[in-house]
């Protein structure tokens, strides 16, 4: 069984910068489309940043574009969120996802005016 570990998070200010990563068990991470979502306190888990297994065109929720960039590492089994430019409403807790609908556990942002 697939599974999912994030890591990366931690606490940072306003306009810094975190890469957060996601790990892979399994031999089949380059057949799989990913995606980060995240959750803020209080509110609904939200689409945030999709890659197909070819890593072609990926693409963003309108909130992240221009300032967050995923990609992937097949030969490591592991998704990345390059976040820039971060604002305290990024706070939240990002998780992982494939498209056969196998979430990772989270790791928490935490962004500071």
């Known amino acids: 069984q697939v599974q999912l570990v994030e890591s990366g998070g931690g606490l940072v200010q306003a306009g810094g910068s975190l890469r957060l990563s996601c790990a892979a068990s399994?031999?089949?991470?380059?057949?799989?489309?990913m995606g980060w979502f995240r959750q803020a306190a209080g509110k609904e888990r939200e689409f945030v940043a999709g890659?197909?297994?070819?890593?072609?065109?990926?693409y963003y929720a309108d909130s992240v574009l221009g300032r967050f960039t995923i990609s992937r590492d097949d030969a490591k089994n592991t998704l990345y969120l390059q976040m820039n430019s971060l604002k305290t409403e990024d706070t939240a807790v990002y998780y992982c996802?494939?498209?056969?609908?196998?979430w990772g556990k989270g790791t928490l942002v935490t962004v500071s005016s």
């Open positions: 996802k494939n498209n056969f609908g196998t």
């Open positions: 399994g031999r089949t991470f380059s057949s799989y489309a």
């Open positions: 890659i197909s297994w070819s890593g072609d065109s990926p």
